[in-house]
């Protein structure tokens, strides 16, 4: 009975329109629409993978080895279950072209072929021709970017390695480009057969051997793949299939897209206050509606139904409004997005992220709501003619109470089980509560200063009636503070991160980093390499290694992946190295280091913090598959080993013996002033073509642009919430017309002029911005400082330009807000307001 009376009610009191609503609407739709539209492009992107799979792992499956070809029984095996297989090299090396100034060199990720590839897809070359037909006799085509930077047109040749090849043409289309993975060097393809004699794909050299497999229909890929891994999986075999055709592109994905809702979700928080002052604000408008209900018999039951109904079904306005742009947004842009993207993406509309946003919209709605109704029952009859709602207690009844804790809960819950990563999850929601808290007490904290400074400004007019303002009984400071606080303190939080990671690259890394990374020394290479390093003077250090790569495969005999989760020394092959002795650089912080002749059981030193991280202690055992051989050792000692100096470090170094027969390259680091830094490379790269020289400075770069490309994503991310609290701060600003109208014509009334009360009101918005970007630029560099210490792990210092935007951003928005607001209190005329008041 109640909730038929209520909803006749509610159903009557829609009938006035939206007034007061707008912002409301503007701010629940605009952050479901942000939510909605980075899950409708992770979910496009995310079809697309799937539907793109075979093509982006160049077949149905995919198996890989570490350093070496597959072994005739698994060639034989590979030939029984696939109806088609192509042989596929892919491997880091250096172009060298010669002309008459000298040679110049640039580095490339070479991917060697044979006649069958590919097996899906089309590489599309320029100028058009089969791919069969450009790599004959020879032939080699490039990534055009590498083919400019060397200057090279069709027909000219350049060597790889002791070979020579002649560039046929460009490559326009890899198919299977994105499957590959990061590569630090543009693309050159050529045929795996002309690649003998170039030294190249020597016993011991960095490369991996992928397989690729055109499966027969129907056939049971989990089936297919227990039975690779129980034949093969001892000797290193990795196998991946159309399902995860590019594994690290859909990690990065969801990783980025995870980020951005949790973005998302500030954004919504702040859209919430937004939504709450408006909820109060119209019901502060109802009370006489509500107090002649009440004298008519309504119970609190039907008073609190019928405006929660009225809520509720604008709720749902802007929930629907917000969907709607989330979804059909993305669609529209999907043609510029794909141009953008280095995958395909499948833009239509995608339930499962839509339900989300839904389902974060509504949730954030009640929690948001549920305060501002519950003091509406609070109006009695008795006070028909006053403001009720300013009377009635501060905090909700405990029913309420307990409610909005129980819709908080599960506003985070739900984001924690959606967003896959629960403890980052945990933080950011813990992160905005700590924001808003600290917000909501700054902003009464300034209301208190300005109240108590107010005395001090007599014979200061326009100072005085500013401070006069915001320490009065209205809410406006804490409406400015709180809607455009958050958004400054997630911008603020986004632009330290972005500023230390900038400068951790471009500041950091060069102070430390070697020059260059020179792999596949071979080891009979090594006396000439080091004496043409050690008589140059520009060279202040070198540090050399011998490299292997192998695959962790059990840990105390269980499963590595069933010990150590999905940590990254498990998920791939890691570079292994073999020493007698430390170096007077290792710390070894546990255990002992084995005797220089040492040739019992296998020992290996592990990386101490990745062991902590994994759960190892000494005396533990770990498998590593080296060359499809497996080698079971002792954990004798952990170490500290600096993986951000961007110089040589190993998780795991085995005693000699250990390794002793096992093929393989060494690898040094050459510390050099940059001067020298060419001739270096012309010098060894003359004397040792098979050599690989990467410049460090150059894989900086290339992280600077995937950093880049994050960052800017992130900073769209944090524009949505920031323009979010402009609205809300636009719905205070609007809420406040009326009281800043009577204060106009009091104020007019008593001789003041309209510059005076113009200059009283901007002062009274730059003061509350500076307020709340002060506040916000704390609230941030605290939760910059978080990110970058325990998520970036890196150096954390102020970036003090974006602070200080923060700030200045901060004042403007509050002047446009205000004094967008104030041109008709100034134009309205003292004698009509002050007897409207009567």
Avoid at 122 to 140: C, F, I, K, T
Avoid at 515 to 540: C, H, T
Avoid at 789 to 805: K, L, N, P, Q, R
Wanted: net charge neutral; hydrophobic share 50%.
């Amino acid at each position: 009975m109640s909730l038929a009376i209520a909803a006749r009610l509610a159903r009557r009191e829609l009938r006035g329109g939206l007034h007061g609503f707008r912002i409301f609407l503007a701010c629940l739709a605009l952050g479901v629409a942000a939510i909605a539209g980075v899950g409708s492009v992770r979910a496009a992107i995310q079809a697309g993978l799937t539907e793109q799979g075979a093509v982006l792992l160049g077949g149905d499956a995919q198996v890989e080895f570490t350093y070496r070809f597959a072994e005739p029984e698994e060639r034989e095996w590979l030939q029984s279950v696939a109806t088609a297989v192509s042989e596929v090299t892919d491997f880091r090396s250096m172009v060298a072209v010669d002309r008459d100034g000298g040679t110049e060199r640039g580095l490339t990720q070479v991917k060697s072929v044979d006649d069958a590839y590919p097996l899906l897809g089309e590489v599309v070359l320029d100028p058009v021709m089969p791919l069969h037909q450009a790599l004959a006799d020879r032939g080699a085509v490039m990534a055009p970017v590498l083919a400019d930077r060397l200057g090279l047109a069709p027909g000219d040749t350049f060597r790889l390695g002791e070979q020579t090849f002649t560039l046929r043409a460009r490559i326009a289309v890899e198919p299977d480009d994105a499957g590959d993975g990061f590569g630090l060097g543009p693309r050159t393809i050529v045929r795996t057969q002309d690649l003998d004699g170039s030294g190249l794909l020597s016993p011991g050299s960095l490369f991996d051997t992928e397989y690729r497999l055109i499966l027969p229909p129907g056939t049971d890929l989990d089936q297919a793949a227990a039975e690779a891994q129980e034949r093969f999986g001892h000797k290193g075999l990795k196998w991946r299939d159309s399902r995860n055709g590019a594994p690290g592109i859909a990690r990065f994905v969801e990783r980025l897209g995870d980020f951005l809702v949790l973005v998302g979700l500030s954004g919504l928080a702040v859209g919430g206050i937004g939504v709450s002052a408006a909820v109060r604000a119209y019901l502060a408008r109802k009370t006489s509606v509500i107090a002649t209900l009440r004298t008519l018999g309504a119970s609190r039951q039907v008073i609190f139904l019928t405006y929660f109904l009225q809520i509720g079904a604008l709720a749902l306005v802007g929930i629907v409004i917000g969907l709607t742009l989330g979804a059909l947004v993305p669609i529209l842009l999907g043609p510029m997005i794909n141009a953008a993207l280095p995958v395909p993406a499948v833009f239509s509309l995608h339930p499962g992220p839509l339900g989300e946003a839904a389902l974060y919209g509504t949730l954030t709605a009640l929690v948001f709501t549920l305060w501002p109704l519950s003091r509406a029952e609070e109006v009695r009859a008795a006070t028909l003619f006053r403001d009720a709602l300013d009377g009635a207690r501060a905090l909700p009844a405990p029913r309420y109470l307990v409610a909005i804790s129980a819709l908080i809960a599960l506003l985070v819950g739900t984001a924690m089980a959606f967003s896959g990563r629960p403890v980052l999850t945990l933080w950011a929601a813990g992160g905005i509560l700590a924001a808003l808290l600290t917000l909501a007490l700054a902003a009464q904290v300034i209301r208190w200063l300005a109240r108590r400074a107010t005395p001090a400004a007599r014979g200061r007019p326009i100072l005085r009636w500013a401070l006069s303002a915001i320490g009065g009984p209205g809410e406006s400071a804490g409406a400015v503070v709180l809607s455009l606080g958050l958004g400054l303190t997630v911008l603020a939080a986004i632009g330290q991160i972005d500023g230390n990671l900038r400068s951790a690259i471009a500041r950091d890394l060069p102070e430390v980093a070697p020059s260059y990374f020179f792999v596949d020394i071979q080891k009979d290479q090594m006396p000439g390499f080091m004496e043409r390093l050690d008589n140059d003077p520009a060279v202040s250090r070198v540090d050399s290694a011998p490299m292997l790569r192998g695959i962790v495969t059990q840990i105390n005999g269980r499963p590595a992946t069933e010990v150590a989760g999905g940590h990254w020394v498990v998920r791939g092959d890691r570079g292994i190295t073999y020493a007698a002795q430390p170096d007077a650089r290792t710390t070894v912080t546990a255990g002992e280091w084995w005797p220089e002749d040492y040739s019992g059981p296998p020992q290996v030193s592990f990386a101490a913090e990745e062991a902590e991280e994994i759960g190892l202690k000494l005396g533990d055992t770990v498998t590593v598959n080296i060359l499809g051989r497996d080698i079971t050792a002792t954990i004798s000692s952990f170490r500290d080993v600096d993986f951000s100096t961007a110089g040589i470090g190993f998780v795991m170094t085995f005693n000699p013996a250990a390794l002793q027969g096992a093929p393989h390259t060494f690898i040094s680091t050459v510390y050099a002033e940059e001067s020298a830094e060419a001739q270096i490379l012309r010098d060894l790269a003359g004397m040792y073509p098979n050599i690989t020289a990467i410049r460090v400075r150059d894989a900086i770069d290339r992280v600077s642009e995937l950093l880049e490309g994050i960052g800017a994503a992130i900073r769209w991310g944090a524009a949505a919430t920031l323009l979010t609290g402009f609205l809300v701060l636009i719905g205070a600003a609007a809420a406040g017309e009326g009281a800043r109208t009577y204060e106009s014509a009091i104020l007019k009334t008593l001789g003041a002029g309209r510059t005076r009360i113009l200059r009283s009101f901007a002062l009274r918005s730059a003061l509350l911005g500076a307020g709340a970007g002060i506040v916000a630029l704390g609230a941030g560099i605290a939760g910059g400082w978080g990110v970058s210490h325990f998520v970036m792990e890196t150096d954390f210092a102020v970036i003090w330009s974006s602070a200080f935007g923060v700030i200045l951003g901060g004042i403007l928005a509050t002047l446009l807000a205000g004094l967008a607001f104030a041109l008709r209190p100034l134009a309205a005329r003292p004698a009509r307001v002050l007897r409207a008041r009567e």
